[in-house]
């Protein structure tokens, strides 16, 4: 398997949040995961404790939700991170060094693709 074909099969986004976030999170049969916002207190909001921010995320794209602070960012595949999901990344415990080698993967897959 070449770098293109296993670069489309993941979503290095949701795997890097995936590997970063230490917090407990629930999963609903809607495919939705839900975690304890990391963005309500940078929002002015306090601290989230009721997990509700959810996630959904495929193969092509991150979305993020918070009912509390009112939070959204999203990504999809082909797209370069928004400043709000950079900032969401970096909340949630994704290293700088990670956020770097997202984007330098984003422009490889979108040249490619």
Known sequence: MNFIDKALQTNFVWD??????LGRRKRR?????????????????????RYRCGLKSDLSSLGVNCFNCGFKAKWSRGWMLSKDMKDFLAAS???????????????RVGKEC
């Open 16 to 21: 890097a949040f995936d590997r970063s976030y």
């Open 29 to 49: 049969s809607s495919g939705f995961i839900d975690i304890n916002c990391p963005m309500c207190v940078l929002q002015g909001e306090s601290a989230d404790t």
């Open 93 to 107: 415990g994704v290293p700088d060094v990670e956020l770097v080698s997202i984007r330098s993967e984003e422009r």
